[in-house]
């Protein structure tokens, strides 16, 4: 995924005196290899200094995994949109199809179902989308709140000190106003009220 792809927020960021770094990260790769390229990242980049994480989908998890993995890294918070932390099931329909399996990849085994916790003491954020429009329900309904390929169910983190849902789907909850404003609050507070 192409650190572009969050260029929208990043700009928004900059706006409130912020000076986001992009990460670009390999979707198909083991998770393994991007957690640690993105620490390799975080080290070089922040030189021990707390920074805050803003991750989208994949790059949530992706968060969530190299800060629980590297306590190391300093932080300020994480915030998640639309992360499919404890699975996905959009995700495993689609990788029942040869097509799903080989655009996966290595990451298809991030879709089974799973526990997720924050071992962190720094505020996590969790944004739920709830707008059922998107690539996933191409292959079948989503049971409860979804934001068209994320369950809202699925993005829920144990330890998490705020989770907000919004009327958005799941492409958009990256270059969201709404959302952004939503990120530049939690940012400031570690929190969205």
């Known amino acids: ?37 993105l620490a390799q990242f975080a080290r070089a980049r922040l030189a021990g200094r707390p ?12 968060i969530l995994e190299t800060l629980n993995r590297h306590p190391e890294i300093a932080a300020r918070s994480a915030l998640l949109l639309g992360s499919p932390v404890r699975g996905c099931l959009a995700g495993r329909r689609f990788g029942g199809h040869r ?5 996966m990849g290595a990451c298809g085994a ?5 526990e997720a916790r924050w071992r962190r003491p720094e505020p996590l954020g969790v944004v739920a989308g ?5 690539f996933g329900r191409a292959f079948g309904r989503l049971p409860g709140e979804n934001d068209g390929v994320v369950c809202v169910s699925e993005t829920r ?17 990256g270059v969201s106003g ?5 990120a530049e609050r939690f940012l400031e507070t570690g929190r969205f009220a």
């Open 51 to 62: 920074a805050h994480f803003i991750g989208h989908s994949l790059g949530g998890l992706l």
């Open 130 to 134: 709830t707008l059922p429009l998107a």
């Open 1 to 37: 995924m192409p650190g572009a792809a969050m260029a929208l927020l990043a700009a928004r960021l900059v706006r409130a005196g912020y000076a986001p770094q992009l990460f670009s990260y390999r979707g198909r790769s083991p998770l393994e290899a991007n957690v640690e390229r």
């Open 178 to 182: 709404q959302v952004g404003k939503l």
């Open 157 to 173: 983190v144990e330890g998490m000190t705020a989770h907000i849902l919004v009327r958005q789907g799941h492409s958009l909850l």
């Open 110 to 114: 991030l879709w089974e179902e799973r």
């Open 99 to 103: 097509a799903g399996r080989w655009m």
